[in-house]
């Protein structure tokens, strides 16, 4: 018997499970394969908060400032290398431009654009899905007042990859740039960087070496040997191409968390449906057990809370059949909220479809959407399945996720 | 119905997402492997309109299931890429292994029978092993690696016949031991132990003569024999299946081709197989769970580092052995998780892949090394024998089945 199983092992999940087990709870994580994280940007966006919250069913609106707050903690604790500044902060995205952020390691935050100096965009050989020509473009339009250099890094990890004409990923780029050797090249690299501005007198002493798929955050230091190399400039990282490098060594560092606090993670195996009988008639239902598929044999968790994490539309949460014929949550078969109308004509407007989800209580408890009344005692529902936003044009993905996971594993 | 199923045994599950090359152990290290998306769903098309790729770059995979447990639609992959190399063999094209590399699938596939002449004379057979001049020529004959960690041979394990007549009869608390090639030939101790415990809580063991699994034999290419000892061992598990015995395994393969790939066989058992097969410490924590364990345990004050092996990992239960030891007062273990071994069999024997297999191994020997340096553990756990192998060979810590750890908390061993 668990104190808590988490269904799904995405940022929610995770949060939630670690928080949890931080708690001293015993929690077990079920996840079919990876989570969503292995797409995430190394960026949290939290969105307007304060309009946001005031939006009638938004998940905001379910939790108080504290929360929010708690939420935020949480992500710096585990994460020192996380900043927040009363300022907006801007990072690199892998096309070059600048997007807005609100929680963003501290080696990804852009210099004020109305700064001068010079970027040199180091360029790894042969690093699969990155163009550097448009990196430059868009960083010439972005910071007028910058120089743009380039200047190609050959990695010999990857001589054999190049030889054969082969592309290396940013996740295979990013293990070289954490291991001694690839910083100590880096090192070598960004030093005559360095010699050279200084020789050809250049003309504004701020220069900020760009680098894809570097990944500086993240280390478990009780599993792997790290080395901190001081570069002598600064080095802004960028967002990656996907699967991405900051995705997964941050889904890996949150999975040694987890375990390291005690928990358990059960991967490979689908949660397909729970147990429960109603506590009485007129009360909501209590959730004894899970459902669970591994390999060759039906398992039957027993725990006393359940959180379900499964994602939305996107991340395999709820499933839709052909013609929209039919629409489900996949584990609890809990009642969505479904707008009459899914799409507008516009692409990049709000779209109603992505309000789909559980509407949930202030305990995030699901709903029944006709009487409003809460249907199971001891399930809560986190991240991208809960009701009403739009992680999109509210720019609001990480913030939801992080503070609904935090909020569920307080109620464990 | 079970849409997801539905949709999982068809190839359009796969959304391209590249997740499963981004976590695939060997095309990390080898360039020329065209990672499990580009080897299975991809190429399962051109498959499908019967063109047939050469046996060669299938036989990179080391079958690890790294890509069907990080896969987050459900996409069997290493199933596909092993059907196709199933399909490879009988497939007219010109790019079949050498002779050579045939001739050595056809011997690290039969560890059952090394393990049988291995042990007629173990320190015979061991001494052998360790002449430089027979590894020599095992690397040169066999294209086996001369610097592979060949595990050594030792007291093989007893079979146990069902003494007691009709299964589930007069003994209503009984098991079925599938010890492996491993177990039985290398590492017999580790049954003997095996079934003290489980006599400990209240349960007869059977042993009967089985065969070889079959997995050694399928990831080397060898089918049909794989099959025919699948059927054979069916057959003798199948009275004790009708009569609801559980089957229990102590290596983690074994257990993995029991659940995932007896129930495929066309045998009056395959349909029981899955559902009553359970790695060691998965029945024992579901005994737990029904207050069946006894917990007489003494306190043992150590401190582990734990390696999750791929193959019981890809079997969709967790953890449980760590579940199992942390009842147990003063045990303190850390479940690394730092990835595949690298061994994946004999994969790592194959002169080859020797090199890349230590590479791929790599971040785990890193994990353990600084494990021990911080003084985190002194020692490594694993249930997987060639796991185990790997991880002494790339670390030189001393590394045991969790199962001696629990046979010392119960004072059957005294280390």
Not at chain 1, 179 to 197: C, D, F, T, V, W
Not at chain 1, 298 to 323: C, D, N, P, R, S
Not at chain 2, 297 to 310: D, N, S, T
């Given at each position: 018997?668990?104190d ?7 940022l929610?999940?995770w949060?939630a499970?670690i928080r ?6 015993k929690?077990l ?14 960026i949290?966006?939290?969105g307007?908060?304060?309009?946001l919250r ?8 379910l939790?108080?400032?504290e929360a ?8 710096q ?5 996380y900043?927040e500044?009363?300022?907006s902060?801007?990072a ?5 431009t600048?997007?807005?952020?609100d929680?963003m390691?501290?080696?990804m ?15 790894p050989?042969g ?6 020509e448009?990196?430059v473009?868009?960083l010439?339009?972005e ?6 250099n380039?200047k ?21 780029y ?7 050797e690839?910083?100590n ?15 050809a ?19 478990d ?12 400039l600064?080095?802004i ?10 995705g ?11 375990t ?12 397909a ?21 591994s ?8 725990a006393?809370?359940f959180?379900l994490?499964?994602?939305g539309?996107?991340?395999?949460g709820?499933?839709v ?5 039919l629409?489900?949550?996949?584990v609890?078969d809990?009642p ?5 109308e899914?799409?507008?004509s ?9 309000q ?5 209580d202030k ?10 009344r ?33 909020a569920?594993?307080e109620?464990i | ?5 539905e949709l ?5 599950a ?6 499963c ?6 095309a ?8 499990p998306?580009?080897?299975g769903p991809?190429?399962e ?8 790729p ?5 036989d990179?995979c ?5 890509c069907?447990?990080t ?29 050579k ?14 393990g049988?002449l291995?042990?007629?004379w ?45 299964a589930?009869?007069?003994f209503?608390?009984?098991?079925i031991y599938?010890?492996g090639?491993y177990?039985?030939?290398n ?13 400990h809580?209240?349960?007869?063991t ?6 070889c699994?079959g997995l ?16 054979y061992?069916l057959?003798?598990m199948?009275?004790?299946?009708e ?5 229990i ?8 081709t ?5 129930p ?6 395959a ?5 009553q ?8 924590w579901?005994?737990h ?14 401190c ?19 579940r ?10 850390r479940?690394?998780?730092?990835g ?16 890349k297999?230590m590479?791929?191994?790599n971040p785990l ?22 796991c185990?192998?790997q ?6 810590i ?7 750890i629990?046979a010392k908390?119960y004072?059957?061993i005294?280390?």
């Amino acid at each position: 018997m668990w104190d808590a199983i988490v269904v799904g092992g995405g940022l929610a999940g995770w949060t939630a499970g670690i928080r949890a087990a931080q708690r001293g709870k015993k929690v077990l994580i079920v996840t079919e394969g990876v989570g969503t994280l292995y797409y995430f940007s190394g960026i949290f966006d939290y969105g307007d908060l304060e309009s946001l919250r005031h939006l009638p069913k938004h998940p905001y609106s379910l939790f108080d400032a504290e929360a929010i707050d708690r939420g935020k903690h949480f992500i710096q604790e585990l994460c020192p290398e996380y900043i927040e500044t009363n300022k907006s902060q801007h990072a690199l995205t892998v096309l070059g431009t600048a997007r807005q952020g609100d929680l963003m390691p501290r080696s990804m935050v852009l210099p004020n654009h109305q700064e001068q100096g010079s970027f040199v965009l180091l360029v790894p050989e042969g690093l699969k899905d990155f163009f550097p020509e448009i990196v430059v473009s868009n960083l010439v339009r972005e910071f007028p007042g910058w120089q743009v250099n380039v200047k190609r890094v050959h990695a010999e990890n990857f001589g054999e990859w190049q030889r054969m004409g082969k592309s290396a990923s940013g996740i295979d780029y990013a293990a070289i740039w954490r291991s001694k050797e690839g910083q100590n090249l880096l090192a070598q690299e960004i030093e005559a960087i360095k010699r050279e501005h200084q020789g050809a007198g250049s003309r504004s002493g701020k220069i900020a070496v760009v680098l894809p798929s570097l990944v500086s955050e993240y280390f478990d230091a009780s599993r792997t040997k790290t080395y901190v190399q001081d570069y002598s400039l600064p080095v802004i990282e960028m967002s990656s191409f996907l699967p991405s490098p900051h995705g997964r060594y941050f889904a890996e560092y949150l999975k040694h968390q987890f375990t390291d606090l005690g928990g358990e993670l059960m991967i490979g195996a689908r949660a397909a449906a729970l147990n429960g009988k109603p506590m009485s008639a007129k009360q909501p239902k209590s959730c004894q057990e899970i459902i669970v598929q591994s390999m060759g044999k039906v398992l039957h968790l027993k725990a006393k809370k359940f959180i379900l994490a499964t994602g939305g539309l996107l991340g395999g949460g709820i499933k839709v059949g052909i013609e929209r014929k039919l629409i489900q949550e996949d584990v609890f078969d809990l009642p969505l909220y479904v707008p009459q109308e899914w799409s507008t004509s516009q692409f990049f407007a709000s779209q109603p479809f992505a309000q789909i989800g559980v509407e949930t209580d202030k305990c995030l408890r699901p709903l029944d959407t006709n009487q409003g009344r809460v249907i199971w005692d001891n399930v809560h529902v986190v991240g991208r399945m809960l009701a009403h936003w739009d992680p999109w044009t509210q720019r609001c993905g990480g913030g939801v996720s992080v503070t609904s996971g935090c909020a569920a594993a307080e109620i464990i | 119905m079970d849409v997801r199923n539905e949709l999982t045994a068809r190839l359009d599950a796969c959304q391209k997402c590249n997740v499963c090359t981004a976590q695939c152990p060997v095309a990390k290290v080898n360039p020329h492997f065209p990672g499990p998306k580009g080897l299975g769903p991809d190429m399962e098309r051109f498959r499908r309109g019967q063109f047939i790729p050469g046996e060669t770059t299938l036989d990179d995979c080391s079958n690890c299931k790294t890509c069907e447990v990080t896969c987050p639609s459900g996409v069997k992959i290493t199933e596909m890429i092993l059907e196709a190399r199933r399909a490879a063999r009988k497939g007219p094209h010109k790019t079949m292994l050498s002779l050579k590399l045939r001739l050595r699938g056809y011997v690290l596939g039969r560890a059952e029978y090394l393990g049988k002449l291995g042990v007629l004379w173990p320190g015979m057979a061991n001494q052998a092993l360790k002449l430089n001049l027979v590894r020599w020529a095992l690397d040169k004959g066999l294209a086996v690696s001369q610097k592979g960690p060949l595990p050594a041979y030792g007291r093989p394990l007893e079979v146990i016949e069902d003494k007691g007549g009709r299964a589930g009869g007069a003994f209503r608390k009984q098991v079925i031991y599938f010890p492996g090639c491993y177990t039985r030939y290398n590492e017999g101790d580790t049954g003997r132990i095996m079934i003290k415990v489980l006599e400990h809580i209240g349960y007869k063991t059977i042993v009967p003569n089985f065969h070889c699994c079959g997995l050694p034999l399928e990831a080397n290419g060898q089918f049909d024999k794989a099959r025919k000892n699948g059927l054979y061992n069916l057959e003798l598990m199948r009275p004790y299946l009708e009569a609801g015995v559980p089957v229990i395994t102590s290596c983690t393969s074994c257990g993995l081709t029991l659940k995932e790939d007896y129930p495929k066989l066309p045998a009056p058992g395959a349909q029981m197989i899955g559902a009553q097969t359970y790695d060691l410490f998965e029945f024992l924590w579901q005994l737990h769970e029904k207050r069946e364990l006894p917990l007489d345990f003494q306190e043992v004050k150590a401190c582990f580092g734990y390696h999750l092996p791929c193959h019981l990992k890809a079997q969709g239960i967790g953890t449980p052995a760590l579940r199992i030891l942390r009842l147990i007062p003063g045990v303190k273990i850390r479940n690394l998780d730092a990835g595949c071994c690298g061994l994946s069999g004999s994969y790592g024997f194959k002169a080859e892949k020797y090199d890349k297999a230590m590479k791929i191994g790599n971040p785990l020997f890193e994990a353990v090394n600084v494990g021990v340096e911080r003084g985190d553990f002194q020692e490594m756990l694993t249930e997987c024998g060639v796991c185990k192998v790997q991880i002494q060979h790339g670390t030189s810590i001393p590394t045991k089945h969790p199962l001696r750890i629990l046979a010392k908390a119960y004072k059957i061993i005294l280390e």
